[in-house]
């Protein structure tokens, strides 16, 4: 064997011990990886279980029936905790759960936070049965004559046969509900609603409502409504405790609200 013939021998033999010295690396490298993802999911396993399931601002639900509802259990993985099922679990099972949020707290805890309707208004249906539906027009429960007596009225409405937790419909007035779901999509967060005693849509050009049994309120369409329960608001403030009366918001005095002292 010539001298340049064991040159080229030897030089084959290092490109092979070198191949194969990388090949071992990158193997080594992948064990590694491995390993330590291997470990993290072992340590979140094992670290980051749900010890404790927190409820915060529920009164007509318990803690238990919101949790329940959740599907969130202790034991759970908490970082892998599907907050949008769990919410959606909630307000499909507790029709009166106006909207929830979910939070975790290292290391062990979830916080459950839920809004609930902050009144209830009875309407009946094609059939004259009566239903309480929210202020969002979402069905809350079948009633009876007894208890819709002591919830809101809405007057000149008939919804639709409804279904629990979905928003009601109307055939025979679809107007009037459209009506009546602006007002009360205007009045949710102004802190009137839950003093509104009726909601009469029955002429929905010719709206009115009743603050308790003691303003009358005319509201007429359901033009500048925003405007309107914002000046609503301030009279309000300006009256009282002791007077009754009629609060015009129709402006067709001289474009501005008036109030008319029951006499």
């Given at each position: 064997?010539?001298?340049?013939?064991?040159?080229?021998?030897?030089?084959?033999?290092?490109?092979?011990?070198?191949?194969?010295t990388q090949g071992s690396g990158v193997v080594g490298?992948?064990?590694?990886?491995?390993?330590?993802?291997?470990a993290i999911i072992f340590g979140v396993a094992i670290f980051f279980k749900v010890n404790t399931i927190e409820v915060q601002g529920n009164t007509i639900y318990s803690a238990d029936e919101i949790i329940a509802a959740s599907g969130v259990a202790v034991g759970d993985n908490l970082l892998t905790v599907n907050k949008q099922a769990a919410a959606g679990g909630i307000t499909a099972a507790l029709p009166y759960v106006k909207s929830v949020s979910i939070g975790r707290t290292l290391p062990d805890t979830v916080?459950?936070?839920?809004?609930?309707?902050?009144?209830?208004?009875?309407?009946?249906?094609?059939?004259?049965?009566?239903?309480?539906?929210?202020?969002?027009?979402?069905?809350?429960?079948?009633?009876?004559?007894?208890?819709?007596?002591?919830?809101?009225?809405?007057?000149?409405?008939?919804?639709?046969?409804p279904t629990v937790g979905k928003i009601v419909t109307s055939t025979s007035t679809p107007g009037n509900l459209s009506a009546a779901l602006s007002v009360l999509g205007a009045l949710d967060g102004s802190g009137l609603l839950e003093h509104i005693a009726s909601l009469d849509v029955t002429k929905d050009y010719s709206i009115t409502l009743w603050y308790g049994d003691q303003y009358e309120i005319l509201l007429g369409g359901t033009d500048q409504l925003d405007y309107k329960i914002q000046y609503l608001t301030v009279i309000l403030g300006k009256l009282s405790d002791y007077q009754q009366g009629t609060i015009d918001l129709t402006f067709s005095e001289e474009k501005t609200a008036t109030f008319r002292p029951k006499t």
């Open positions: 064997m010539t001298s340049e013939q064991q040159r080229t021998r030897d030089a084959g033999t290092r490109r092979r011990k070198a191949r194969k490298k992948l064990l590694i990886t491995l390993a330590v993802a291997a916080v459950i936070s839920v809004t609930e309707t902050d009144a209830a208004f009875a309407v009946a249906t094609d059939t004259n049965a009566l239903w309480l539906i929210d202020s969002n027009g979402k069905a809350l429960e079948k009633t009876d004559a007894e208890t819709a007596k002591t919830a809101s009225q809405l007057i000149g409405v008939s919804i639709d046969s």
